[in-house]
């Protein structure tokens, strides 16, 4: 048997299978960069005293409360801070300063969150892309990997931390989850979109329609 004749009993399809992985691997890769940037970026500021304090030391306040046993409580405010934002994800962040207590905590939650955009896109241009064209996968790439670096996204970085900043990419997969059928992931991660903010009942809302 020749070469040529070897070569044409490989299908399309096999070919396509073998370097699959490679669509996924560039959003990934984006996601990392965009991670390591940013949270570097943040964490000069933070360590060099030029970062905006107002929100940043607000919600770390808040976050520090809660994982002393303190509630929600705010003297900001002198209230409960669940009456000004419902951002129940503090739960989340407070139980890793229970273990690590440094606002850091925040700006690496935060870092990930805007970076998951570009892997958690890619999931989602898959779902409503056309599985049977050889162009989807390569759309997919061009428009997910770029997200993470878009000024929209680099304008929330520079705003330090805000909850709503792990938001996107929870609802991207919410979307994604709901477009393939997985139910029970997708109500999850619409919790955790709206556990963010209250504001994002808007988001889920779009999702909805």
Not at 10 to 29: E, I, K, N, Y
Not at 156 to 169: G, K, S, V
Not at 191 to 199: A, F, G, N, R, Y
Request: proline fraction near 5%; aromatic fraction near 14%; charged fraction near 15%.
């Amino acid at each position: 048997m020749t070469a040529e004749a070897a070569l044409g009993r490989v299908s399309r399809s096999d070919v396509r299978s073998d370097t699959g992985w490679m669509f996924p691997a560039v959003p990934v890769l984006a996601g990392a960069i965009a991670f390591v940037w940013t949270l570097h970026a943040e964490l000069e500021r933070l360590y060099g005293l030029t970062g905006s304090a107002w929100d940043f030391a607000y919600d770390q306040q808040v976050i520090w409360n809660i994982s002393q046993g303190q509630g929600f409580y705010t003297s900001f405010a002198r209230a409960n801070f669940l009456g000004i934002h419902f951002e129940l994800i503090f739960l989340v962040l407070a139980a890793v300063e229970k273990i690590w207590p440094s606002p850091a905590v925040l700006l690496i939650f935060s870092s990930a969150g805007l970076a998951a955009t570009a892997p958690a896109a890619y999931l989602f241009f898959r779902a409503i892309l056309p599985a049977d064209r050889a162009e989807t996968p390569w759309l997919a790439v061009a428009l997910s990997a770029p997200i993470p670096f878009w000024a929209a996204i680099q304008e929330a970085a520079r705003d330090f931390f805000h909850p709503e900043n792990m938001a996107l990419a929870f609802a991207l997969l919410a979307a994604w989850a709901g477009i393939r059928g997985h139910r029970v992931a997708m109500w999850c991660f619409c919790i955790l979109t709206l556990s963010c903010k209250e504001d994002q009942v808007y988001t889920i809302g779009v999702l909805a329609l």
